[in-house]
């Protein structure tokens, strides 16, 4: 099957979709598909590629297919290592990765520099046995009306993926990701950190999937936001029936800078054993007024101590993160 028939088989995304409870879906504009939808080389390269397309039911996963994106296809070989950056040079984008056993990856996602209406890419990413990988976007902010990005993200034993972002953006935007961790001892790390102002509207929606015991994944995001802003964080974890040992955590923090600011938070656990241990948390709230007290009672100006504690609550995302790439661009974007 290709991607236009299975988009008019499941229709444009609808606020009663799950997948789309908090987007504000009128923002999308109606597609024309001039082409068949089909992406020859993604097809050659993964395996069961239109069973996947078949059983697609994100809109966002099949856009850059329907729109035929060209695929760019890279094998990293076993035991490499490997820093790479990816960039779309067109509207829609599609990148099959496919990581070797044992290999130690960065990669860093940059922005396509165009403005466009819509801007639509999609990753398929094949992570090997023992593989170290780092996957992270930092850039700066954009005025692209409406951005989707959708992540599908398979892991083998003992592999470990890294993913990590700042959203700084002012127009709309939609991050989708599938991580399925289909080898034991397998881990999964998010975080995400998003700065929004005026009428910027960020989204976010994970599902993870833990297919095989001793499985790991950690979600960390927090939100600044000012302005009228709004950002959402819909994420979903499936620990399977055989599936012993699992790990499962989700925080989402986010500071109310003002008045119009606003925040959506939907987590869901599905949970078909027994002896896991998964959590969830989220926090909403201000600056914490007895810090901003104790630094102006220092003699720090009060706009100067909101920064501070504005900077140290961002910073503390990535801080958990080993010394690599990937964290040293993220605190180099934030101290700008």
């Not at 490499?80 to 496919?98: I, R, Y």
């Not at 700065?195 to 995001?221: E, G, K």
Request: hydrophobic fraction near 40%; glycine fraction near 6%.
């Amino acid at each position: 099957m290709d991607a236009v028939t299975r988009i008019q088989q499941i229709g444009m995304p609808r606020r009663n979709n799950e997948l789309w409870t908090f987007f504000p879906v009128a923002k999308i504009p109606a597609q024309e598909y001039a082409g068949t939808g089909t992406a020859t080389e993604a097809a050659a390269s993964l395996p069961d590629f239109e069973k996947l397309i078949a059983n697609e039911t994100d809109f966002a996963a099949l856009l850059p297919l329907a729109k035929n994106a060209r695929t760019m296809v890279k094998a990293i070989p076993e035991g490499a290592n490997e820093m790479a950056m990816l960039k779309c040079n067109d509207d829609f984008g599609h990148t099959v990765l496919d990581i070797g056993k044992g290999a130690h990856v960065s990669l860093e996602i940059l922005d396509n520099k165009v403005q466009h209406e819509i801007v639509a890419e999609r990753f398929d990413i094949s992570v090997g046995e023992g593989a170290d990988v780092e996957i992270f976007f930092a850039n700066p902010a954009s005025t692209l009306p409406l951005r989707f990005r959708h992540f599908r993200i398979t892991q083998a034993a003992s592999s470990t993926v890294r993913f990590s972002n700042i959203l700084t953006d002012s127009g709309i935007g939609r991050i989708s990701m599938d991580c399925d961790l289909d080898g034991e001892g397998a881990s999964f790390d998010y975080r995400s950190l998003s700065i929004l102002d005026n009428t910027a509207s960020m989204h976010q929606r994970l599902t993870i999937r833990h297919n095989a015991p001793n499985t790991v994944s950690t979600q960390l995001a927090r939100n600044l936001l000012s302005g009228s802003a709004y950002a959402s964080y819909d994420g979903m974890v499936v620990v399977g029936e055989k599936c012993t040992k699992v790990n499962s955590g989700q925080l989402v923090n986010t500071i109310l800078l003002s008045e119009g600011a606003s925040v959506s938070v939907k987590p869901v656990l599905k949970i078909y054993h027994d002896d896991v241990e998964c959590t969830h948390g989220n926090t909403v709230g201000e600056l914490d007024a007895e810090q901003m007290f104790y630094l102006v009672s220092r003699g720090i100006p009060k706009e100067a101590a909101k920064k501070m504690l504005m900077a140290s609550f961002a910073k503390e995302t990535f801080y958990p993160l080993p010394d690599t790439p990937a964290k040293k661009r993220l605190l180099q974007t934030l101290a700008v």
